[in-house]
């Protein structure tokens, strides 16, 4: 995490960036950066699940803003360091490309597979709000587990489970089942580092400050309104389910640059084909998330 080089996957690219640019990237701290963002993120979600009551989530969100003293400054915290660590680890992880080849292959695996679980504690923070959002997006969830052959009722039943059993599922998953398995696929890299608030006061103040910017997203149901949008980094996969089926959309879809991502380490004789394919993956999910945004 310390001194982390940023490039765009190759040093020997065709096209380097502005020496004093790189230098400049190459000077943060990204990895450091992000576990400031966990941090924060944790300590204020602990005060805000200990309001939260999954048998009436809708409730529970909106008194937050209105009821419960500084509620809706905990709830921002929680949102935006929460989202701003999400956005660290990727930065990181496109940091440390260069140097996949110093990893194992199976730490280096973990490493990976970090990303969708944390991705996993961000989605179930949106369903937890219960509101037109939330609803949708765990609907969503829940066709596209279920449309795996064989284990789609298990694994749904295991991650999600809303339809059967309301949010409980998905708290108890969102406050320490997906934590504890992030934790564990993580730790081997994170104990080699330590960090702290006061080692970058600035930017714990800046997060701070989130608790004063406008509250965390909340979209109540509206009549009438046909088409919702789905959190930011879900917006692609909603535009492609449009067009295909659950299954290759909202599976194999996101799976292929997963296993792209496991087997992306330079001495892979499969390095450059790989690197194209994810560059390639990228942009169209950009495309795609531009196209929902138009909508």
């Avoid at 997906?178 to 997060?207: N, Q």
């Avoid at 965390?216 to 009438?224: I, T």
């Avoid at 389910?241 to 959309?249: H, I, T, V």
Wanted: charged letters at 15%; hydrophobic letters at 50%.
């Amino acid at each position: 995490m310390r001194g982390d080089t940023l490039s765009p996957f190759d040093n020997n690219s065709k096209f380097p960036m502005n020496t004093l640019f790189k230098e400049k990237m190459e000077s943060i701290k990204w990895g450091e950066w992000s576990l400031i963002a966990l941090f924060i993120s944790v300590l204020s979600g602990v005060l805000v699940a200990f309001q939260y009551n999954p048998a009436t989530p809708l409730y529970s969100a909106s008194s937050l803003d209105v009821l419960v003293p500084f509620g809706a400054s905990f709830r921002a915290l929680h949102f935006y360091s929460s989202q701003l660590f999400f956005l660290l680890i990727l930065v990181h992880l496109w940091a440390i490309l260069d140097r996949a080849d110093t990893y194992g292959r199976w730490q280096w695996i973990r490493l990976i597979a970090t990303l969708p679980v944390a991705l996993l504690i961000l989605f179930t923070g949106y369903i937890l709000r219960a509101d037109s959002t939330g609803s949708s997006a765990g609907l969503i969830a829940e066709n596209i587990i279920s449309a795996i052959p064989g284990i789609g009722t298990t694994l749904n039943d295991l991650l999600f489970s809303i339809t059967d059993d309301g949010m409980k599922r998905v708290y108890i998953n969102h406050v320490l089942g997906f934590g504890i398995v992030w934790g564990i696929l993580a730790w081997e890299h994170l104990r080699k580092y330590r960090t702290s608030f006061r080692h970058h006061p600035l930017l714990t103040a800046l997060i701070l400050l989130c608790c004063l910017l406008p509250t965390a997203p909340f979209e109540p149901e509206k009549l009438g309104v046909f088409h919702i949008a789905g959190p930011w980094f879900f917006l692609g996969l909603q535009e492609l389910l449009r067009f295909l089926p659950p299954l290759l959309a909202g599976v194999l879809f996101p799976t292929t640059l997963l296993l792209a991502l496991f087997f992306l380490q330079k001495h892979n004789r499969y390095y450059p084909q790989l690197r194209t394919f994810i560059l390639g993956w990228l942009g169209l999910y950009t495309l795609l998330t531009a196209i929902a945004l138009c909508r």
